[in-house]
T-cell receptor, first 113, second 114 residues
Framework: AQSVTQLGSHVSVSEGALVLLRCNYS??????LFWYVQYPNQGLQLLLK??????LVKGINGFEAEFKKSETSFHLTKPSAHMSDAAEYFC???????????FGTGTSLTVIP | KAGVTQTPRYLIKTRGQQVTLSCSPI?????VSWYQQTPGQGLQFLFE???????NKGNFPGRFSGRQFSNSRSEMNVSTLELGDSALYLC?????????????FGEGSRLTVL
């Protein structure tokens, strides 16, 4: 069975500060990991994904995430927060058999001017 | 390239009724998957259709069903609505399926059950 845990349902950062959103997974097989962002009243948009290869993954809008197998983590970071980053962020996992897709419970990011 | 289109965007139903939601995927995408989003349960996978066949299914009762047409458009049906079915229903399209994780989402259909 697979699951995804996002620590912190709400995170607030000041504009220009580091953004760190935490995600841990449990998977019995090598996972594929994703971060999605949801702006108010919109669907989800893929930020970045890890399947195989380089463990540091760069995505859109300056976000990146590092796959750490030893820690079963896939935390999302951005060096400097912008007001436009305020949104809900979802970590997700599947495997290469791809028969299920699991989302974390989401982290709401607030950026304080 | 047009995105994923879901209709209707908002609807209100009463308990016991049924509802049908529609999803038009990105042109060329053969996979359509459906998700239920609620404040309490978060985002939950309902099912995936690929080339008119249900390929994967989440853990939802049989009241939730779907189908996909030859043009890849998909419909989701919920019968005998319950209050707990109130949610945002999202569909996503993909060229290769949910295993790739490259899902393109529509804006959702917000269902309210009274």
């Amino acid at each position: 069975a697979q699951s995804v845990t996002q620590l912190g349902s709400h995170v607030s950062v000041s504009e220009g500060a580091l953004v760190l959103l935490r995600c841990n997974y449990s998977s019995s097989v090598p996972p594929y990991l994703f971060w999605y962002v949801q702006y108010p009243n919109q669907g989800l948009q893929l930020l970045l994904k890890y399947t195989t290869g380089a463990t540091l993954v760069k995505g859109i809008n300056g976000f990146e995430a590092e796959f750490k197998k030893s820690e079963t983590s896939f935390h999302l970071t951005k060096p400097s927060a912008h007001m436009s980053d305020a949104a809900e962020y979802f970590c997700a996992v599947t495997t290469n058999t791809g028969n299920q897709f699991y989302f974390g419970t989401g982290t709401s990011l607030t950026v304080i001017p | 390239k047009a995105g994923v289109t879901q209709t209707p965007r908002y609807l209100i139903k009463t308990r016991g009724q049924q509802v049908t939601l529609s999803c038009s995927p990105i042109s060329g995408h053969r996979s359509v998957s459906w998700y239920q989003q609620t404040p309490g349960q978060g985002l939950q996978f309902l099912f995936e259709y690929f080339s008119e066949t249900q390929r994967n299914k989440g853990n939802f009762p049989g009241r939730f069903s779907g189908r996909q047409f030859s043009n890849s458009r998909s419909e989701m049906n919920v019968s005998t609505l319950e209050l707990g079915d109130s949610a945002l229903y999202l569909c996503a399209s993909s060229s290769a399926g949910i295993g790739t994780g490259e899902l393109f989402f529509g804006e959702g259909s917000r269902l309210t059950v009274l």
